[in-house]
């Protein structure tokens, strides 16, 4: 059972462009969660979503950022025009359900440069 | 609101010893979920250990153990034989029970394995 994947591990942006990062959640999952991880801290929940629903995006910038989960294919959190201050880690995580026993499952992040 | 702390940015053990990572949080509610999770070089967040805070056992997996006092609001993390493959960035992570996502994150600690 494949983990959580995410695409691309690493990517560079100049300001002003956008960024567009990938997330295919666990197989059976249809819940997934958006962390940032700035150098040196714990991670920040930004959003929370299921198969073609926000459910909560109150940790997202209102601005710029905004997130997705199709029907079909991955989740995507979308960052327009960049700017260095968004240079950060992005990991997604997944969990079957939204009962509060279930453990949410990490995928290896999407390091983020904005030059 | 909810907060987590990891007091020790940096921790070091000799191979084969016994080392403890220490965690407290601060919250009101009288049911929740605490976990570990692991940071290796490469980034990706793994889970070490969860412990449910109406269950009065320690949760153990292994080398890991946790120490949960849930008066102090204190859980730490116990590794056993120290391996070098355990070197990595351990967080500390509280959850309301009756949510599943939001974790609150500690600002982690740097564990460092001496051979």
Known sequence: NAGVMQNPRHLVRRRGQEARLRCSPMKGHSHVYWYRQLPEEGLKFMVYLQKENIIDESGMPKERFSAEFPKEGPSILRIQQVVRGDSAAYFCASSRSGQDWETQYFGPGTRLLVL | ?115
Request: charged share 20%; glycine share 2%; proline share 3%.
């Open chain 2, 1 to 115: 609101a909810q907060t987590v702390t990891q007091s020790q940015p940096e921790m070091s053990v000799q191979e084969a010893e016994t080392v403890t990572l220490s965690c407290t949080y601060d919250t009101s509610e009288s049911d929740y979920y605490l976990f570990w999770y692991k940071q290796p070089p490469s980034r990706q967040m793994i889970l070490v250990i969860r412990q449910e805070a109406y269950k009065q056992q320690n949760a153990t997996e292994n080398r890991f153990s946790v120490n949960f006092q849930k008066a102090a609001k204190s859980f730490s993390l116990k590794i056993s034989d120290s391996q070098l493959g355990d070197a990595a960035m351990y967080f500390c992570a509280y959850r309301r029970m009756d949510s599943n996502y939001q974790l609150i994150w500690g600002a982690g600690t740097k564990l460092i394995i001496k051979p």
